[in-house]
C-alpha cells in the first residue's frame, strides 16, 4: 500500500475533510461487528465466572451449563441435534477438521469445488484428494463431479477399495462472491456415485443469509463461525450428523464427545449461542433489509461507472450481503487505497486474500480473465450496514475509479 500511496500522491489526489472524517465498514464477510446483546451475554463470563466446564464444583457446572445453553441455540441455526454441534475455535478450525477427520477416520480420498475456502482446499491437495471445476457462478459443476465420482469408483472398486471417495465438500456460500451452491443437489449427486461418502459444506459465509436447517440437511458435516454474523471471533463450530466417521485432530482432553479436545472458551460460545439466537429470530427481515440495501448499491455503481460490471452472472442465486463488482482499467490495490482515504473500508477478494497480488482462485475458477480480476472489489454489507453508508460508497467509488482512470491517462500521455 505505501507504494500504491507515494504513486498516488504524486499526482496531487487530495481528499476534502468531509470525506476523509466519514467512516463506512463495508466488510463484513471477512467479519461483522460484534453484537451489544453478544457483547453483554459475553461480559460475565470474562468477569464474574472462572468455572471450568469440565470440572464437578459448582462454579463448573455453571459453565458448562451456558456452554450447552450455547448448544441448543446453534443446533436450532443449524437444524440438527445439539450433541452433534462440536464447537471449535472458528470456520478454519471447523474446515480442516471436517477434511482431516473423516480421512483420517476412512483411508477414503477428499473431493472439493475449485472455489473453496483455502481452509477446504488445502487439506484435501494435502491428502491427495482432488479438486472439481466450477461453473460461471462459481458453484461446483455437478456434471464435472458427477464424472470425478465415477471415475474413482471405477477404479478404486477394481484396484483398491479403501482409496474410495471418502468425504466431498462444496460450500453454500461463495466467501468471496456470495454465490449460493444447492448442496442438497450436490448430495444427490454424491450419493449415487458415491454413496458412502460424506457430504461437508462451509456453511461460514451462508449463516447469516440462508435457512440452513433447509439449505443443508442432506450434508453429514456443516461449517459455521460466530464473527460473520454478530457473534465474537475465535468461536465456532463444525456439526457432525449422528454416524459421521471422524477422528479428532485435537487430542487430550476428551471434551466436546472427543472429537475436539482443549477447555471451552465459555466467554466466546455463550457470544456464538446468543448471535445464533437472534439469528433464528431476525433473519429474514435482515435479508429483506440488507438485500435492498446491496441492490441499491450495486445497481448505482453499475450505472455510475463505466466499465463496471457484477462478477456473478445474472441468475445466480446469491446471499443478500456481498456485492461484488470488476471495474476495467483499473488496480484493486490502488482502489482499496483510495477508499481508505476516503473512510470506506472494503476488501478485493476473501479475508484470507487481500493481502495478496495473485489475482482471486475464485475469479479464475469462474472464468474470469485476469485483467479483470484484477480491477475486482467485494463490498459486504451486514447487520450494521444503512442506506447512509450506501449513500457515502455511491458517492465515493465512482469519484475513485475516476481518478485512477485519470491517474493511468496520465501516465500513458507522458
Not at 24 to 40: I, Q
Not at 321 to 347: K, N, P, T, W, Y
Request: one cysteine or more; glycine letters at 10%.
Amino acid at each position: 500500500m505505501d507504494r500504491v500511496g507515494r504513486s498516488l500522491d504524486a499526482v496531487g489526489v487530495e481528499l476534502t475533510n468531509e470525506i476523509s472524517q466519514k467512516r463506512v465498514y463495508l466488510d463484513h464477510a471477512a467479519s461483522t461487528p460484534a453484537r451489544p446483546e453478544v457483547v453483554a451475554a459475553m461480559l460475565p463470563w470474562l468477569a464474574d465466572h472462572p468455572g471450568n466446564p469440565s470440572g464437578s464444583h459448582a462454579a463448573a457446572r455453571e459453565a458448562r451449563r451456558a456452554v450447552d445453553d450455547a448448544r441448543d441455540h446453534v443446533a436450532v441455526l443449524v437444524g440438527c441435534l445439539p450433541g452433534e454441534v462440536v464447537f471449535t475455535s472458528g470456520g478454519t478450525e471447523a474446515d480442516n477438521l471436517a477434511v482431516d477427520g473423516v480421512v483420517r477416520a476412512t483411508g477414503g480420498l477428499p473431493v472439493c469445488s475449485a472455489a473453496e475456502h483455502p481452509a477446504v482446499l488445502e487439506p484435501v491437495r494435502d491428502a491427495g484428494g482432488m479438486v472439481v471445476p466450477t461453473d460461471a457462478g462459481g458453484r461446483i459443476d455437478l456434471e464435472a463431479l458427477s464424472e470425478v465420482l465415477a471415475s474413482v469408483d471405477a477404479s478404486s472398486a477394481a484396484d483398491a477399495p479403501e482409496t474410495g471417495i471418502a468425504l466431498v465438500s462444496a460450500m453454500v456460500a461463495n466467501n468471496e462472491t456470495g454465490a449460493v451452491t444447492d448442496i442438497n443437489a450436490v448430495a444427490a449427486v454424491v450419493a449415487e456415485h458415491a454413496p458412502d461418502a460424506v457430504v461437508h459444506t462451509d456453511a461460514v459465509q451462508a449463516t447469516a443469509w440462508l435457512d440452513l436447517p433447509a439449505a443443508v440437511h442432506r450434508a453429514g458435516l456443516v461449517s459455521i463461525t460466530g464473527h460473520k454474523f454478530g457473534g465474537p471471533k475465535g468461536a465456532g463450530a463444525l456439526v457432525v450428523r449422528a454416524g459421521v466417521p471422524l477422528v479428532p485432530v485435537l487430542r487430550g482432553g476428551g471434551q466436546e464427545r472427543e472429537r475436539r479436545s482443549g477447555t471451552q472458551n465459555v466467554p466466546a460460545i455463550v457470544g456464538l449461542g446468543e448471535a445464533a439466537r437472534l439469528m433464528v429470530v431476525e433473519r429474514d427481515a435482515s435479508c429483506q433489509r440488507v438485500g435492498a440495501l446491496r441492490n441499491r448499491l450495486e445497481d448505482g455503481l453499475v450505472e455510475a461507472v463505466g466499465g463496471a460490471r457484477r462478477t456473478v452472472p445474472d441468475g445466480t442465486p446469491r446471499t443478500p450481503g456481498v456485492a461484488h463488482l470488476c471495474f476495467d482499467g483499473i488496480e484493486s490495490e490502488e482502489l482499496l487505497f483510495l477508499l481508505e482515504r476516503d473512510g470506506i473500508a472494503a476488501s478485493a477478494a476473501s479475508s484470507c486474500a487481500s493481502g495478496a497480488q495473485e489475482p482471486s482462485p475464485v475469479l479464475a475458477a469462474m472464468g474470469i480473465d485476469r485483467v479483470t480480476a484484477a480491477g475486482s472489489l467485494r463490498l459486504s454489507l451486514g447487520w450494521a450496514s444503512t442506506g447512509a453508508d450506501v449513500d457515502h460508497a455511491l458517492a465515493v467509488v465512482p469519484a475513485a475509479v475516476e481518478r485512477l482512470r485519470a491517474h493511468a491517462r496520465s501516465l500513458q500521455s507522458r
